[in-house]
């Protein structure tokens, strides 16, 4: 159904919006793209249409942005055309679409709710389409489509979108077969969507989701085994449904019946859930909406945010489900810094205790406490995180006085929930549980337990209870520590201890295990980091006793600037060092701030810092909250501060000379800007400010600030240089694509792992290292470096698209005893390709020598697949090579230029091609292209010529063109005369030839005449030599 467009606004439009609504920029972007379409092919048959837009793509890359931008708002509005447009935008995109999957990911997640429903129609239409296309990177999109199913809601627009995706992935389900994470996606979203369709009107749709499920998970159980524990939540919740109560008595029962290696519950649920999963229940709005809440909104003033989220999605009886998915997301997704912790920020556990008080329903009751728990019961500190189990005892700790009832309700729930939640695994939940409470308060989150399990308010059974159960924290520890009441100081100095995550830097950082995605790796080597941070600890004492010496330079500034860096000297945590910075900052940034001041400064703040630019700046683990807690050191504030500025802003420059002034009293600052430009999310999109601070610099040039910044950053952390090269490489294409500089210092120091995972950067669309215009010419430098440097070269611009023509004649440059490395790979990879002109011409260029078979491997092989491509890429050459003066080829072999080719260079190749095809079945020198070239090339060579190669024309000398003699049989064996060739070319024995020739001779199948023994010229030959 199409809805009427708004008045005063044109028909055909992308999205919903009024009159008071600003123009939407991504739809101007399509509306002016179609514009050019329609220009392009109004008033023109198909034929030309298609003719005409086909020749606008050629023109460049721009042009073929907007031609498919503009069929793919032309199938989104006008779904008459869709069909056309789609087969149009097949036939004429270059980039396997490319540009298409990332405006359709950009409406998903950005302008969803906002199209029109005959756009959000087509858009489905579209995405069933690109699947059954099999497009890469569709199963990306059916993901995120997959995430605006809303969970909780039964209106008609939201089982609309649920029934056309499950019909998407049934319809073509083996092509979802072959991705594991899209099985696991699928199965987790619709395992959670069956719980909302349970009324009688909507049985059928259920019955199709759990027919969908039970088949995954049946038939790929490991594949769905990558969810973790919150599979077995999901499962719990619809296990009386008959057809899934039987799968739920095997997982419990007989779990070899669902994969051979699956070996009992407790496998899956000591597995942690990623956050993937978690976050995918979540529309992008409601994420939006949670993020900026526990981000933005301060304690206290969050009523009308809850009010609105309440009356948006949490409003309707339906809706009781979706706070299971949004106590779980902030358990396991939402994990704010240090910064947002120790601020006015409105808490995670004031969400939650926000989400159980709205809970109507018993059901919905004991499942939204059940998630909030979910990770306590398994919880193994070497596995998961503290900020998991966090909100549970924050929310019981800050209820007690408040909302005892809360509070009472959940510390029942988790005496009871041990014995109960699996009676066979009672032990283990046990342990789970005292782990969790161990690791609380071993990371201060509370200082003890006893205030809060022995409450006078508490009733009496229960305080009875929960000292049956956990006397151990029933009573006040000893010695004793002093207690605070503010829940962020605990946070924060919980967070300082964690071990899972451990930085060289003052200031702590929590623990980011949720946030890679590979349960594979979920064996963590605890000792390890309990090794990284014990060798961190006196890192911070050494700094704490021994103060750096700035005495030489800190009587030189005035009061005010003395007086901040003298507290900047004193500071001992983080947070204060950053607070002074930033008063440093804006003292720098006024009007009267004496500039002469700079330099020494600078200097106080490099030796301040000092310790700072010690040890890895990257985390262990890479995830966007160890990401942020990392650029949290009190030198980032400048690089903040420059990022918040306009570049004509007159603090800019101010900023940019006190950075050149440190950069030249520490040159490491250089390359940690390059790494908050990349980590930060304040500083997203302002890469291009490190071009502004080079050519800030003393050295003045991006080219060779970037070279010297990423020397210093290869010797000093070997992971953040690789962590750097994509964005080096994405934001500075005319810096690097032409530098082998640059590429030597990665493959220098990379091992296997990084080189792999550089290549999949390059693969997945991250990182191009290589361009057409100068790979050719990085590849030549690249041939003196060491082996394995070589090695990782190839393998990178192998993982591009680049056409092997493109740097074929680099084989020119290649000697057989001083390059293997380059030869091996091209030769590798030349063995996959299809044999071209350019190849051929190439290939035979390379000179003749006994030991280098690179040429005659490669055209043996091209011989067997590609005969007649090969025969008449070779006649071609032959006769072209033929034609030219004698005079003029002696010039061309003596030039230095590329692709020097000879006519006795092919007849030396092809003799060689001949006698190691001499013992073989393969038919390629009786193909008609080179009898043909064999006998044009003897009928004008010299004598000379005709002596040398006289076995390799012998061959097609019983050869006649069709049009004068029938046909002759023609021989099976393509060497058969006797040999008598003997040449500098291919010196073999007379014994070795003899052999070769005789056994050429038993296996023809036709006796040879005798005229064919040619001992004269043989002698000749030999007289010649």
Known sequence: MEPSPAKGKPQGRLLVSTTLDAKDELEERLERCVAIVTSLTNGLSEREANDAITANVCKGPQQHEEVCLGLFALLLTEPSQAQRCYRDLTLVNRDGMNVILIKINQILMEKFLKLQDVCRTQLVWLVRELVKSAVIGADGILMTLMKQIAGGDITNKNLWLAENVLDIVVEQREWVLKSGMLIAMSVYTYLRLIVDHGTPALLVLRQKEVDFCIGLLREKFMECFIIGRDLVRLLQIVARIPEMELLWKDLLHNPQALSPQFTGLLQLLTARTSRKFLACRLTPDMETKLLFMTSRVRFGQQKRYQDWFQRQYLSTAESQSLRCDLIRYICGVVHPSNEVLSSDILPRWAIIGWLLTTCTSNVAASNAKLALFYDW???????????????????????????????????????????????????????????????????????????????????????????????????SPSPPTEGRDEVKMEESVSLEMDNHVLLDKEGGCYDNTEAAFSDDEEEINNKGNKKREFRFHPIKEAIIEEPADITPYVDQLDDMMKEKVLQLQKGSDTETHCEVMQEIVDLILEEDF???????????????????????????????????????????????????????????????????????KQPKIGYHLLYYLKASKAAMGKMSLYE?????????????????????????????????????????????????????MIVAVIDSTQLQELMCHVMIGNLVMFRKDSV??????????????????????????????????????????????????????????????????????????????FTTSILRHWAAKHDDVLGEHIKALLIKNNNLPRKRQSLRSSSSKLAQLTLEQILEHMDNLRLNLSNTKNS??????????????????????????????????????????????????????????????????????????????EEDSKPKAPKRKRKGSSAVASDSD
């Open 594 to 664: 004496d500039s002469e001041q700079m330099s020494t400064l600078a200097s106080c703040l490099a030796e301040l810092f000092k310790g700072h630019f010690r040890g890895d700046v990257l985390p262990d683990e890479i995830t966007e909250e160890s990401l942020e807690e990392s650029v949290c050191k009190p030198v980032c504030l400048v690089f903040r501060n420059l990022c918040q500025m306009q570049e004509d802003n007159s603090g800019f420059s101010v900023l940019l000379e006190m950075l050149a002034e440190l950069y030249q």
């Open 924 to 1001: 390629f020198f009786t193909q008609t292209p080179i009898l043909q070239a064999l006998q044009h090339v003897q009928a004008s060579c010299d004598e000379a010529h005709k002596m040398r190669f006289s076995d390799l024309f012998s061959l097609a000398e019983e050869y006649e063109e069709p049009s004068s003699k029938p046909p002759k049989s023609r021989r099976k064996a393509p060497a058969s005369s006797p040999r008598s060739r003997k040449g500098a070319a291919t010196p073999v024995s007379n014994e070795e030839e003899s052999a070769s020739s005789s056994a050429s001779e």
């Open 776 to 853: 050719l010419n990085i590849l030549i430098q690249s041939l003196d470096w060491e082996t394995f440097e070589q090695y990782s070269t190839w393998q990178l611009f192998l993982a591009h698209s680049i056409p092997l023509e493109t740097i074929i004649p680099i084989l020119q440059h290649l000697k057989y005893k001083e390059h293997p490395e380059a030869l091996s790979c091209l030769l590798l990879q030349l063995r996959r390709e299809k044999p071209s002109g350019e190849m051929v011409k190439m290939v035979l260029s390379r000179p003749c020598h006994p030991e280098d078979q």
């Open 377 to 475: 019961l398994f919880f193994s500190p070497e596995k998961d995180s503290i900020m998991n189990i966090e909100p549970a005892i924050l929310v019981m700790h800050h209820s007690m006085k408040p909302h005892p009832a809360i509070t009472a309700t959940l510390l029942d729930f988790m005496c009871r929930i041990i014995p109960h939640f699996f009676p066979p695994l009672e032990g283990q939940v046990r342990q789970g549980v005292f782990n969790s409470l161990t690791f609380i308060m071993e990371k201060r989150v509370l200082a003890h337990l006893a205030p809060l399990f022995d409450n006078p308010k508490l009733d009496r059974e229960l305080r009875s209870m929960l000292r049956e159960r956990f006397p151990e924290f029933c009573s």
């Open 692 to 744: 502004s601070f080079a050519q800030a610099t003393a050295l003045g040039d991006l080219h060779t600030c970037l070279m010297m910044d990423m020397k210093a950053c290869q010797e000093d952390d070997i992971r953040l240089l690789c962590y750097l090269t994509p964005s080096i490489y994405t934001e500075f294409p005319d810096e690097t694509l032409r530098s082998a500089e640059l590429l030597n």
